[in-house]
């Protein structure tokens, strides 16, 4: 048995023990942080939010921050106060996940999808334009995998045909646009702290704007539309009354979760040198692999996030398709994951909207090849070489 023959045809795995896709970590300080809030008595909305908003706004280089429970709340909500409403038409990009364009149907507006740019994954301006139309209220870029999109350009679409922006910032946290973080540019940015993005709170989003009403306004409805500070209800200020003023949602972050939220975000910057670090890693060796195409190079003035790390397979090279390559993958041990199947022919949006294969090429291109690769700051070296020798061995085998 030689040691090139991949362990799904019965050869020896690269990996004993299995290396898991994607694992948040904590340290001492969120555990010594979430006990202080446990034995505070107060587990709701609260000061660690306050804080961490304070925090969060700061880094973000942006007036206000407003704690929610996702990035699909911190987006459903911008939409909100923005006004967006049913007959307006709201662009965004088909390669992200399912939540981006499924607010857009929530706030009552039709999601119109506009193709990628075939390198980097992100929304292409030039096809934004030509999607744009009297009834276009909003663009909701996306910052796919960590690479800000050309907001340059999407700023000025905005402006020329009078488009709020919303970017999905879900990826980016740590994302720098021409000496602008990300967070400071449009009217308003949805940031995630799911389980697996560089900051974890469990669930958990944050909305960022420059403007004080719409903050205002977000603080109000993100907790069932009660007056202002209405989360103080209960608290040793003595009774507020408070009354209803808009039929609001259930999209506060708490602060268990904001005691997370407060240690993660401290730690951004030294990961993301180790991010970084990683990605040059993969970058190297996976830019000599004929069969696979290295995910594309930052270009001058972006700061890349670092969040996923993907290849896209050259299909016409190899013998097996994506999700075979994925399989062969696990079986060496090591996890994998796909971002994202182009979302205009996920069942919804076939059947609601009619939309069919071809109608996206290059979003559909990527969404059949890419594969994301284990890749977070607790990995070790050897995880990474791991992953090299794995992708390399199954690309070796299966090439044409
Ligand atoms: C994770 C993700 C979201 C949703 O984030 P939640 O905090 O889970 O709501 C939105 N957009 C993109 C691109 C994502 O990857």
Redesign the pocket.
């Known amino acids: 048995m030689t040691s090139n023959k991949p362990a799904g045809e019965g050869g020896k795995p690269i990996r004993e023990k299995f290396l898991i896709f994607g694992v948040p970590r904590f340290f001492q300080e969120e555990i010594k942080e979430m006990l202080e809030t446990l034995r505070s008595g107060w587990w709701g909305t609260g000061p660690k939010v306050l804080q961490f908003e304070k925090e969060f706004s700061k880094y973000c280089h942006s007036k206000y921050a407003v704690a929610v429970n ?4 911190a987006m459903h909500l911008g939409l909100n106060v923005l006004g967006i409403k049913s007959g307006d038409e709201v662009i965004t990009t088909p390669l ?2 399912v ?2 364009a499924n607010v857009i149907i929530h706030s009552g507006a039709k999601p119109i999808f506009a193709d990628v740019d075939k390198k980097t994954g992100n929304i292409d301006p030039k096809e934004i334009e030509k999607k744009i139309n009297e009834k276009t209220k909003a663009i909701i870029p ?1 910052h796919l995998y960590g690479r800000p999109c050309k907001m340059d350009e999407i700023t000025a679409l905005g402006k020329k045909y009078n488009l709020k922006i919303i970017e ?1 910032a ?2 980016s946290t740590e994302a720098w646009y021409k000496g602008k973080k990300i967070g400071s540019i449009s009217d308003i940015t949805a940031f ?3 389980v697996t ?1 560089n900051i974890a709170t469990g ?3 944050m909305l960022v704007t420059d403007n004080k009403k719409w903050a205002e306004t977000a603080k109000i409805r993100r907790l069932h539309g009660m007056s202002a500070d209405a989360w103080k209800r209960y608290s040793n200020e003595g009774y507020k009354p408070y009354e209803g003023v808009y039929p609001g949602y259930k999209y506060n972050m708490i602060d268990l979760q904001a005691s997370l939220g407060i240690h993660q975000l401290k730690r951004a910057g030294a990961n993301s040198k180790i991010r970084d670090k990683y990605w040059q890693m993969y970058s190297r060796a996976f830019k000599q692999i004929s069969g696979i195409i290295a995910s594309a190079d930052d270009g001058k003035d972006i700061i890349h996030a670092r969040h996923l790390y993907t290849i896209n397979l050259e299909l016409e090279k190899l013998k097996i398709s994506r999700n075979q390559f994925i399989d062969a993958l696990k079986a060496e041990n090591i996890g994998a994951g796909v971002h994202f199947t182009a979302l205009h022919l996920h069942k919804y949006y076939r059947e609601t909207f009619g939309f069919k294969k071809g109608d996206f090429p290059k979003a559909e291109w990527i969404g059949e090849r890419t594969i994301s690769l284990p890749f977070y700051p607790h990995m070790s070296e050897k995880d990474i070489n791991d992953v090299i020798k794995a992708v390399e061995k199954l690309v070796n085998y299966y090439r044409k």
Request: no cysteine; net charge negative; aromatic share 16%.
């Open positions: 996702s990035a699909t709340a992200t996940f939540s981006t996306v999905d879900a990826h995630s702290f799911y993005k669930e958990g989003g």
